[in-house]
Nanobody
């Protein structure tokens, strides 16, 4: 079992920045692809950025050029640097991990991931 804990969310004004972190613990040796998802109020969960095939990254079109996913394998921590935030980025942000090395050209769907964190809220005001 893998346990994921997100942190770093908060409230910022449009144009601001936040850095989300996701600390993984437990059976991390069986944790391969990881990514960030978000769920805006009243909407379905959507992919934001992921690592697929270990080192290749994929991003949703809406965040390309503004968000950067990275990770520190020694610390078992995944990050999401979010710059130039917009009100449309307001959502609960979730970290996810898969037991498999996913191979997608775009951000994989939520059902491809096995483990989820509890989420961290990001609110962007105009």
């Amino acid at each position: 079992q893998v346990h994921l804990v997100e942190s770093g969310g908060g409230s910022v004004q449009s144009g601001g920045s936040l850095r989300l972190s996701c600390a993984a613990s437990g059976d991390t040796d069986n944790m391969f692809s990881m990514g960030w998802f978000r769920q805006p109020p009243g909407k379905e969960r959507e992919g934001v950025a992921t690592f697929v095939r270990d080192v290749r990254t994929t991003y949703a079109d809406s965040v390309k050029g503004r968000f950067t996913i990275s990770r520190d394998n020694a610390k078992n921590t995944l990050y999401l640097q979010m710059n130039n935030l917009e009100p449309e980025d307001t959502a609960m942000y979730y970290c996810a991990a898969s037991r498999f090395r996913l191979s997608y050209r775009a951000v994989p769907p939520p059902e491809a991931f096995d483990y989820w964190g509890q989420g961290t809220q990001v609110t962007v005001s105009s």
